[in-house]
């Protein structure tokens, strides 16, 4: 019985008044200030979410032209060896990048240095430029005698600056 006394008094009842309004909710400038850091730091994260999609398509390209030049570099070793024949004046490089899909006969095995060919991140396509040994390196051209690199047909800027076709 005392504590409902204690609890129904008037004195308690003013103090409790206060502390009540305080709970209800946030003020006008709270919620401008809490907005505005998060505008704040959504205008920071978005460019960074940019560039780490940029990033990852560029270490994609990186992987992709190691992966090919690397099939290359196993064909003409093969071929400098004496596994298979290849075409006079051709330097034993593949004659184009579906050799290394199809792949060459060893012995009655098929030997072959890629799986398929891979798509370029930068251009959404499955189409590499090329270069022969006899092509110029900076040329756009191939003249279809052998392969001897490999390089992406995108015009765009990497995030260091340089070309992507220069990679």
Do not use: C
Not at 107 to 133: C, N, Q, Y
């Amino acid at each position: 019985m005392i504590a409902k006394y204690v609890m129904n008094h008037p004195a308690n009842m003013i103090k409790l008044v206060p502390a009540r309004r305080r709970l209800r909710g946030f003020t006008l400038i709270e919620l401008i200030v809490a907005t505005t850091i998060i505008l704040i730091l959504t205008g920071m994260a978005l460019p960074t979410a940019r560039f780490m999609l940029q990033r990852t398509r560029e270490k994609e390209l990186r992987d992709d032209l190691w992966m090919l030049r690397d099939a290359i570099d196993r064909y003409k070793a093969a071929a400098d060896t004496g596994a298979f024949k290849t075409k006079l004046g051709s330097e034993n490089y593949p004659p184009d990048l579906e050799t290394l899909v199809k792949g060459e006969d060893v012995s009655g095995k098929k030997l072959k240095f890629l799986r398929k060919i891979p798509v370029d991140p930068m251009t959404g396509k499955a189409e590499w430029g090329m270069h022969s040994m006899q092509d110029d390196p900076t040329s756009d051209s191939w003249d279809e005698q052998n392969l001897f690199d490999v390089y992406s047909k995108s015009q765009a800027t990497a995030l260091d600056g340089t070309k992507y076709r220069d990679w």
